[in-house]
């Protein structure tokens, strides 16, 4: 059974950084495509980026393009998100999600695997 844990929310002030991780646990995800979204009150929830975990091939949303970087690390089973320069609409609940295969979906109801969320607020 596949388990995603976020953490490192906060709060910043615009300009800021923070570094989100997600622990996964109960497979091996040599074949999976891991992705961090994300969701402000009152919107659907967003793709922000990811990541291939056997190659470390990456996707970003445009919104967050030069801004954010998603990584990985095999032995700790655990994907980060670092996130710089943010921006007060980046304040949202940010989840970590997995899916099967390395097709580049960004689409929700491509991945099948979510964590419980940290949420992220920017302060102007």
């Known amino acids: 059974q596949v388990r995603l844990a976020e953490s490192g929310g906060g709060l910043v002030q615009a300009g800021g950084s923070l570094r989100l991780s997600c622990a996964a646990s109960g497979r091996t995800f040599s074949s999976y495509r891991m992705g961090w979204f994300r969701q402000a009150p009152g919107k659907e929830r967003e793709f922000v980026a990811s990541i291939l975990w056997s190659y470390g091939s990456t996707v970003y949303a445009d919104s967050v393009k030069g801004r954010f970087t998603v990584s990985r690390d095999n032995a700790k089973s655990t994907m980060y998100l670092q996130m710089n320069s943010l921006k007060p609409e980046d304040t949202a609940v940010y989840y970590c999600?997995?899916?099967?295969?390395?097709?580049?979906?960004?689409?929700?109801?491509?991945?099948?695997?979510w964590g419980q969320g940290t949420q992220v607020t920017v302060s102007s």
């Open positions: 999600a997995a899916r099967v295969g390395g097709a580049a979906y960004t689409a929700v109801s491509t991945y099948a695997h």
